[in-house]
């Protein structure tokens, strides 16, 4: 995206409702792989919520394993 007067503009894209989206990667992650291609959430556990500073320990991997695990059942649904 850029400004009006031409300069690269990047914006945080989880913000506006990360909270949510983070829960929802840990209680529903099937519906994150569904409803979100994977060139949209492939960076979504690299940056913190805004709010909340650094991850806990583990908690981004956690994240991206189970996302990585609703990957693989979506793939073995087709």
């Known amino acids: 995206m850029r400004g009006a007067d ?19 990667v ?4 099937d519906r994150i792989v569904r409803d979100y291609l994977e ?3 492939r960076h979504m556990t ?8 650094r991850w ?3 908690d981004a991997e ?8 609703a990957e693989d059942r979506l793939r073995l649904a087709r």
């Open 56 to 58: 806990a320990e583990g």
């Open 46 to 53: 690299e940056l913190p919520l805004a709010s909340s500073g």
């Open 39 to 41: 060139h949209l959430r």
């Open 6 to 24: 031409g300069r690269l503009v990047v914006a945080d894209l989880f913000y506006a409702d990360g909270p949510a989206l983070y829960a929802t």
């Open 62 to 69: 956690q994240m991206r394993a189970a996302l990585a695990a």
């Open 26 to 29: 840990r209680t529903n992650p």
